[in-house]
């Protein structure tokens, strides 16, 4: 006969599973996470379910009891949280529950007079058995500690006491020392567990950060005397690295910086010629001079990079670096490895597009008849930029190639360097840019730029933070070096520092592209994305007129309020409440006390202006039950962490917000 699937007290639909356990759910060092399943039995005895933290050892980390969230539909919720990166697991542990049984029981039937001494004597009975750890069909139950033990026998002397009311002496096996016993020290009759499901614990940073994009090329490029363009270095765009730390970035993500192509280079906004000194797309990969494993001549060398690297870690950012798997014509591997690519009827190699859009200046890889060697060259490409410091890559357009190729290639890489952090940019379907996160992508871009309206602002939100944030930890960002929606096309500064609230306290990962403090707002004519794109041309840039912005003020302020709130760089935890105005958008995020870094809750309430153009104002209905808030009170004190001032709430607030006066609020909640 076969085994049974199921332990004895079920537990079904349990989450988070991939691919029936076949694929790692995704969790982060010291982030809760909730485990859910639905548990029931036959007949009417108690039962109780616990949720279980293995470490990658295999040693039990932790239990949680887990705690009906739903009645009426058996459906169970616990939180855990791990504290290593690995390959963790979890399982689900159910059993009878004989005490609870017997306390709902003994207390209907005593105080209806219905069997009063068959009862007392039963709980006697039970106390007894769990003095001695004795539970049905289950061989690993522990006896309490001494106190414990002692606690159940005089309990189980009261409860034959006959010199005492039925009810005095009922009262002594419902004597909270007793219920502390049966909670430390569960009677786990019938005892059964699910099957052991995967988790990949990552590093914090993939699930929390602030992201800094630029072209270095750009960072202290000049026109000489004769309006030739002279290309910044790596040298020159480490003197900016100052003032991104300053306003609290603590990633800064490199564009590629590898040797570019001649042949079919783009020219200013994509234009099809390249005119003399333009200096092409550093997606164009590959020249004469190299490929995805050199660096472009005009921005320096290796040194140069390590320089980069090392100043950047002495100011708290990590490097990330743009990896685009495709190649110019000009590429080595074009020449040495034509099998790698698309041939069409006529001979030549196909250019990528993805319609209307077209891009002369690269071939896509083929992955069908060299699948071993194409693996093989990224792989030892991926160590050579690791080896010079880079602990993150933002991959371009991973949707683009098969997925086994990823799901083999980040579990390897993930193994040899646990730290390595891979974020997908890939706005494609659902499907997927799930299964890419589901596979190994560490992070992932999201719909967050064209979530406009305050309904699919609020959806949006719940969907990643309760639906699919075991598949995908989401980064957002209001605009990038590709993407400019018709929405930040007007409304100046405003909506540009209303899309920024919303990126860095909606997310705990977010991120902005240089240019974003200057307020560059305008299109390009038939495409959503910049004019002048700096994908085509040098674009320096000024840091004394970005402060006329007031932009480069609020980032700051985002940053720092991320950084002291533990609740704002957590992904589950998130709550909408509803606002009489549909231009007010409020939500809240929260860490428990057991959570918390600080040992106190944390929770913070974000109020956003959805209106870049005129005055706002109605009533935020403000739940916060149930979350431990530490304050008993129906008011609390809250601290705007924008300009630090104070406000006394209750459940239901007036708010008032303009562009000329204050967008937001972003109010932490005082603690008793």
């Known amino acids: 006969m076969n085994e049974t699937l199921l332990p004895r007290i079920p537990a ?54 887990m705690y009906d969230i739903a009645p009426g539909l058996d459906r169970y919720e616990a939180w855990l949280m791990p504290d290593a990166v690995g390959t963790w697991s979890f399982r689900i542990d159910t059993w009878s529950d004989p005490y609870a049984t017997w306390r709902h029981d003994a207390s209907v039937k005593i105080g209806a007079e219905v069997d009063v001494e068959l009862m007392l004597e039963e709980g006697a009975l039970l106390m007894e058995r769990a003095a001695r750890g004795e539970a049905l069909n289950n061989p690993s139950q522990k006896q309490p500690s ?83 363009w002279v290309s910044g270095t790596l040298r020159t765009a480490t003197k900016d690295l100052p003032r991104i730390a300053s306003m609290g970035f603590n990633v800064v993500y490199l564009t590629p910086i590898h040797p570019i192509g001649l042949t079919n280079r783009k020219g200013k ?64 591997w074009v020449s040495e490895h034509p099998e790698w690519f698309t041939q069409r009827a006529d001979g030549t190699i196909a250019y990528a597009e993805n319609p209307p859009k077209k891009y002369q200046d690269i071939y896509p890889l083929n992955f069908d008849r060299d699948p071993e060697g194409i693996y093989k060259a990224i792989r030892d490409m991926l160590e050579l930029w690791i080896s010079h410091g880079v602990t993150i890559f ?19 890489i993930h193994t040899r360097h646990p730290e390595i952090i891979f974020l997908a940019e890939a706005f494609t379907r659902p499907a997927m840019m799930r299964t890419l996160g589901a596979v190994g992508f560490d992070q992932s871009y999201t719909y967050f ?12 939100l719940q969907e990643l933070a309760h639906d699919t944030a075991h598949l995908i930890r989401p980064t957002f960002w209001p605009t990038t070096h590709d993407i400019l929606t018709p929405q930040m096309t007007s409304g100046g500064s405003a909506i540009f520092a209303i899309r920024a609230m919303l990126a860095a306290l909606g997310a705990p990962s977010w ?33 004394r007129l970005a402060q006329e912005t007031g932009i480069p003020t609020l980032l700051t302020l985002l940053n720092s309020a991320r950084e002291r709130h533990p609740a704002l760089r957590q992904l589950h935890d998130l709550r909408i409440h509803p606002t009489t105005s549909e231009k007010i958008l409020c939500f809240s995020k929260h860490v428990p006390a057991r959570f918390s870094p600080t040992g106190l809750p944390d929770t913070v309430i974000v109020v956003i202006s959805l209106d870049p153009e005129n005055t706002v104002e109605g009533e935020v209905d403000v739940d916060l039950s149930g979350l431990s808030l530490g304050t008993s009170s129906a008011h609390y004190t809250v601290v ?33």
């Not at 002594?172 to 020392?177: C, Q, T």
């Not at 040194?303 to 990590?318: I, M, P, R």
């Not at 962490?641 to 909640?669: C, K």
């Open 146 to 228: 001494r106190a414990g033990i002692e606690t159940l026998l005089a309990a189980a002397q009261a409860l034959r006491d006959t010199t005492q009311t039925p009810q005095r002496r009922l009262s002594a096996g419902l004597a909270a020392p007793v219920r502390a016993v049966f909670r430390n020290f569960p009677l786990r009759d019938l005892y059964g567990s699910t099957r052991t499901f995967p988790l990949y614990v990552a590093r914090n940073r993939a699930l929390a950060g602030a992201w800094y994009e630029i072209f270095p090329r750009s960072h202290g490029a000049f026109q000489d005397k004769k309006g030739r």
């Open 394 to 412: 933002r991959v371009d357009n991973p949707h683009t190639k098969p997925i086994p190729f990823w799901e083999r290639l980040l579990e390897e």
């Open 269 to 332: 906004n994509n234009s099809l010629v390249a005119h003399k000194g333009e200096p092409g797309s550093p997606y164009g990969i590959g020249s004469a001079q190299g490929g995805h494993d050199a660096i472009h001549p005009e921005l320096g060398t290796f040194a140069d990079f390590d320089y980069f690297v090392a100043q950047s870690k002495e100011l708290g950012l990590e490097v990330a670096l743009d990896i685009a798997l495709q190649c110019s014509p000009d590429h080595p």
């Open 640 to 672: 705007d962490e924008l300009d630090g001032q104070r406000y006394s709430w209750s459940r239901t607030n007036w708010v008032r917000l303009s562009p000329w006066d204050r967008l937001g609020h972003v109010m932490a909640i005082e603690t008793e």
């Open 449 to 460: 730029a064209w979530r406009t309206e305050k309904q699919e602002i609020e959806e949006y």
């Open 511 to 543: 991120g902005i592209y240089s240019g974003y403090e200057w307020v560059e707002n305008i299109q390009r004519q038939g495409a959503e994305e910049p004019n002048d794109n700096e994908k085509y041309e040098f674009r320096p840039r000024d840091p």
């Open 12 to 65: 079904t639909e349990v989450f988070p599973v991939i691919e029936d356990g076949n694929l790692p759910a995704k969790a982060t060092v010291f982030e809760a996470f909730p485990v859910r399943a639905t548990v029931f039995r036959e007949g009417h005895d108690a039962y109780a379910a616990e949720a279980v933290l293995i470490r990658p050892g295999g040693s039990i980390h932790s239990r949680a009891l």
